[in-house]
C-alpha cells in the first residue's frame, strides 16, 4: 500500500484550549473542559466521536478479527525516510497526536513512542487495518550495521479490543504477552526486525532491554555537567524522543547536578538506556528511599559508569564540584553539630543510667537479701528441727534399736565446694559404702540406700542374691534356700543424677533436688520408725531429714566442719588426754611456719622427720615432708643434744636452746624451699603449690613417729545419742601407693593392748559428745616401739566425722560370717555348727550344737584396676570361679566382692576370710594376682592399678609376720594378748 504525504494538521495543545476556556461563559467553560478529559482519554466510549466532530480524523473500531492471533505480531518492512503514521502506531491510529501534559507525563501515563516522527511528515489518515512495514535503505545517511538497527520493544494487548493498553485510568492491569522468540528457521531475517506496539506501552523492565555490544545510537556527551544543545548527537536524541521529553529532560537535569557536584570531566550517556529507565519509571525518585540508590540509577545510563563511579568514590571529590566549599562547609558543621549533639544528649543520659543503674543494684541487692533471709529462715529452721528431733532420739534410742525399724542411709560426702572439686570421681568415692545394705543382718532392720550412682541390674541381682544368702550362712547349708530379703532393703537412684551428673554436688544436695525420690521415701517409712544415717553431714542433709520428717543420726554440720579438720581433730585429743605426736596446729602464716618448725625441732631433736597437714585435706592428699638432717647445722645440734639425756634436754637451761634454735630458724626457709616434698604430686605438684594451699586453708605441723616398726590403725566408734559410746570396729591399715592412703585393712586389729585401745576410744568418745558431736566417727592412731626405752607408744593422729569406708566392709564381713567382733578382746568370733547336726536339727538353737571359733578378715575397699571395665560382671565371676575364688558358706571362710557401679565397673571391694591371719594374706594376694593376670595383657596393656603395691604391703607383712608367728602362738596358748609387738611391715602414719 502507497502513503502519500498531506499536511500536517496537528490537535490544538493545552494553551490554546486553556485560551478558549478562559474567553467563555461558564457554561462553555464546563463543557469545553469535559470536552478536553473526553480527548485525553482514549479509551472513553466517545472519545473517537469528538476527534471525527472536532478534527474531522475518523478513529478505526478495533474488532477482534477470527483467525488472526492474538498478541503482538511481528511486522516486517523497509525503513522509509518519511512515514505515513507516527511510528509505533497503526497507520491512521493518531495521525495528529497531542503533545503529552507534563502531569501525564511525571504519573508514568505519557505515550511512549520508540522513534523520532517529524511532524511535517505525517499524511492524513488512512482506513484502518493491518500495516506491513517494508524493509528500506535510509537514503540521508550512511548504511549502518544490521544489528545496530534491532530494537525489540513490549507490548501489551487488550484481548477485547486488540488495544494495546499500560495502566488504564481506573487502575486496572491488562494481561501483558511477550513477543515470543523467534525461530531458528527464520534468525537470518529476524535479527532485523522490530517491534511496534498497538498504542500505549508499559513502563520497560530494565533487565529485559538489550544492552549496546558496541555504542549507542543515541549517545551524546556530558562535559563537566553541562550538554551542549547545539551538539548534533544531542539534537538527534532530542528530536528522537521528543513526545516523552519531558520525563528525559527532568532525568537529564538531575543527572546534570550530580555531574557538576562531583566535578566529573566527561560522562557519556546512552541515549537509549535513558530513554528506557525515564519510560519504565526506574528513575521515578519517589520509589527510592535512599539518594544513593537513585544516583546509582541515574547513573546506569552512562557508558563509562564504571569511570564516574570511581571518580565519584574517591575521598573529597565532592567539595571539587559546584557548590564545593559550601558543601564541605555544611559537612563541617553538620559533623559538630552531631557531635556536640550527641556529646550533650550522652551528658544528660548519664544522670538518667546513674539513676537506674543505681536502682537495677538496689533492687538486686534487696532480691539477693530477701533470698539471703529466706535461705537463712529456712536453715535455722532446719536446725532447730534437727535439735528437736535428736532430742527425741537420744530420749528414746534404746526403745528404737530394740523395735523394728529403717534405716535411711545416704552416703553423701558434704565437703566444701573446693574439696569436692579438686577430688575426681566424686560420685564414685560415695558410693563405695554399698555395704551398708548389710545391716538387714537384723531382722528388725529394713534398709533404704540412695546411690549416687546408676546401678544397673547385673549389680541389682548381685546384692539381692548376695544378701539373700543370710538363711544359708545361718544355717552352714549353701542348698539352703534364700531368704525373702528383697523386701527389706530398697536401693533408690535419685533422678537429679541425670541434671548434675558433673557437678561434683554431694549426695544429700542432689536428693534434696529430687522430689520424685522424697515422695518415694515418704511412701516406703510411712507409718514406720525410721532414722536418717549419712556419710560427712551437710547442710543439705538437715533439709533432708526435715523433709521425710525423720531424726538424723548425725553431727551438726558447722561442728563436722569444726572439728572435722586436723587442728579441730589435735583439739579434741588434747582435751580427752589422749597422747598425740608433738606438733603445732592453727597455723596460717609463714612466720607461725618458720618459728613453729624451728622451736619443735629444737625440742624433739630425736624427730628426723616433720609432716605438714592441710586443715581440709581427706585421704593424706594434702600432705607434705621435710627431713632435719638436710640442714648445714644438723650435725652440731645433734652433738650439742648428745651430751645430754632426753629428760636433760628439756629442762635445759633457755640459753642453749635459743642457740640452736637461732641457728635452726635461720635455715629453715631454705630447708622448706629446697628439700620439702608433698605426698601427692599429682595434687601439689611443688612445695609452692602446697604451700600456698596450706597457708590459705590453714594446717597442722606433725613429727613422724622415730621408729622403723609403725603400725597404723583404724578404729570406728559410735556416740549414741542415748550418751554411750561403742567399738563398732578396730583393724591395722593397709597401704596402696602411699603410704599415707588407706586402701583396706586386716581385722581385729592386733598391735595394741585391747584394754589400751577401748580406753582411748572412750575418752575420745566422752570428748566428742561434750562437744555435741553425734553419731559415727573414726579415729586414726598410730603405734611404735620409742627407741630410748623399747615401750609402746600410741599417737592419736587423725579424727574423721562420719561413716567410714572399714564400717562398711565390716558390715559384710559380719553378715557372711554370722559372727561378732569383739574390740574389747579384738576378737572376730565365728559360730560353726557340728558336722554330726543336720539342717533340720540345726534350726534350734543350743550351746551343744553350735561352737564358736575365731576367724581374720582381710578387706579392702576400694580396688582399682583400669582393665576391669573391659570384662563383665558375669564374665569377671566365671572367671573368678574358674580360678577357685569364692565363698564356702559352711566353712565360712573365702572371698566375697563389693560391687561399686555398673557403668565403668573399674573398682569394687573385696574380702577374704579365713581362720588365720597369714592365710587371710595370702589368699587376698593370691587373688589380687590372678586377676590382674585375667584381665591384663603384654606390657604394653597392663592397665592403671593399685594391685601391685598391696601385694608388696602384703608381702612385707606376711615377712613380719613369719618372724613374729611363734610368740604369737605361745602368747595366743597362753591367753595373753600381744602388747609390745606389731604384725604390719613399717609404714607412715596418717
Known sequence: MEYGQPPYETIPNARSQKSQITGSSPGEKHKLAFTMRLLNNPFHPKNKEIVQQHYGIQLPHLHKRTGAPVGPQKVIGAAVGNLAAIPGCQPGLYPKPPPPFEENLNSGNAVLLPLAADPSSVQTPVPPRAAHLLRREDSGQTKMDESEKE????????????????????????????????????????????TYGLARLTPLNPQNVPMPTAFSKYHFTIVKGQIDTSAPDYCRFKKQYCLGWGAIAEALDQLQRILSDYSVPLARVCGERLAACVQGGDLDRRGDRSRCGHVEKLLSVLENRDEVWDLMCQPGQRYKGNGGHQAAAVRIQTCWRRYSARAAYLLQLRPK???????????????LMHLKKCLQASRLRHLENYHIRAEYLAANWKHITCAKRTIIHVPSLGYSQAQRLSLREFDLLQNIQMGRLCEIRDENVEVIYVSPVGLGEDVLQYYTHLLGLQAAIELGDASAPQTHCAKRFTILMPEGLE??????????????????????????????????????????DLAVADELEVPLLGTEPAVVHLYGTKSGGRRIFSSAGVNTPPGKWDIYTLEQ???????????????????FKIDSEMGGQGTAYCDVFHLRCHAWAQQQYKHHSPEQWRMLMMEVKELVMKKFLEEVPHLLAFYARPVHTFCYPTWACFLERFLREGGVIEAYPPSDNITCLTVDVLVEPGGDVCILSCGNQLHGPSKLEVVGSTMPQTSICPDVLHSICMRVGRACQQRSIMGHLSLDLVTFMEPGNLEQQVWAVDLDLGYSNQLAMTQVMLMMTGGTLDCRTSKLEVPVKDKKTSVCQSKVKSKAQTSMTSRFAVMATRLMHTNLSLVYYSTFFLMCKAQGIGYDVKARKGTVFVLHDSKDRKSLGMLTISEHLPGALLTFARNLSVIHQEISGPNSIQGTNNFKDLIKDIEDVLGMTGQNQTKFQEEEETGDQISSHTLHKPTSNK
Open 353 to 367: 543510667w546513674a539513676a537506674q543503674t543505681i536502682a537495677m543494684s538496689l533492687l538486686k541487692r534487696a532480691k
Open 593 to 611: 611456719l618458720y618459728e613453729g618448725l624451728a622451736q619443735l625441732m629444737t625440742e624433739h631433736m630425736e624427730v628426723q622427720r616433720w609432716l
Open 499 to 540: 541434671y548434675f551428673s558433673n557437678k561434683n554436688m554431694c549426695l544429700a544436695s542432689i536428693l534434696k533436688y529430687s522430689p520424685r525420690t522424697l515422695k518415694r521415701i515418704k511412701n516406703l517409712i510411712q507409718g514406720k520408725q525410721a532414722y536418717m544415717v549419712a556419710g560427712v553431714t551437710h547442710i543439705d
Open 151 to 194: 530494537r525489540k520493544w513490549q507490548v501489551v494487548v487488550n484481548r477485547e479490543d486488540g488495544m494495546a493498553l499500560g495502566r488504564s485510568t481506573e487502575g486496572q492491569t491488562s494481561r501483558t504477552m511477550r513477543t515470543p522468540p523467534p525461530s531458528a528457521a527464520s534468525t537470518s531475517t529476524d535479527n532485523r526486525v522490530l
